[in-house]
């Protein structure tokens, strides 16, 4: 991880696309600015956690689903 110090105003690039603004400090509490291309996906992590889980559910579902209807036509050609 890299670690900087920067001040409101200043900004950080990251490759050659994105760019993070220090819009404001206040207490504990930053607001950033970020600036990427649009086909570029930009998440809060605790939104992050929550889109990933709920794909692994979906998988999860979908491949109980698929287990389940191949179960279903097993018994029923028997």
Same mark, same amino acid.
Request: aromatic fraction near 2%; avoid cysteine; charge should be positive.
């Given at each position: 991880?890299? /670690?900087?110090?920067?001040?409101? !105003?200043?900004? #950080?690039? %990251? =490759?050659?696309?994105?760019?993070? /603004?220090?819009?404001?400090?206040? !207490?504990?509490? #930053?607001? %950033? =600015?970020?600036?990427?291309?649009?086909?570029?996906?930009?998440?809060?992590?605790?939104?992050?956690?929550?889109?990933?889980?709920?794909?692994?559910?979906?998988?999860?579902?979908?491949?109980?689903?698929?287990?389940?209807?191949?179960?279903?036509?097993?018994?029923?050609?028997?």
């Amino acid at each position: 991880m890299l /670690v900087l110090g920067r001040k409101k !105003g200043e900004a #950080v690039n %990251i =490759g050659d696309n994105i760019r993070i /603004v220090v819009l404001d400090v206040s !207490g504990d509490s #930053v607001r %950033i =600015g970020i600036e990427a291309p649009q086909e570029t996906a930009v998440y809060r992590s605790e939104i992050y956690r929550a889109i990933q889980e709920e794909n692994r559910a979906a998988v999860a579902s979908k491949d109980l689903a698929a287990n389940l209807n191949r179960l279903l036509k097993s018994n029923t050609q028997k």
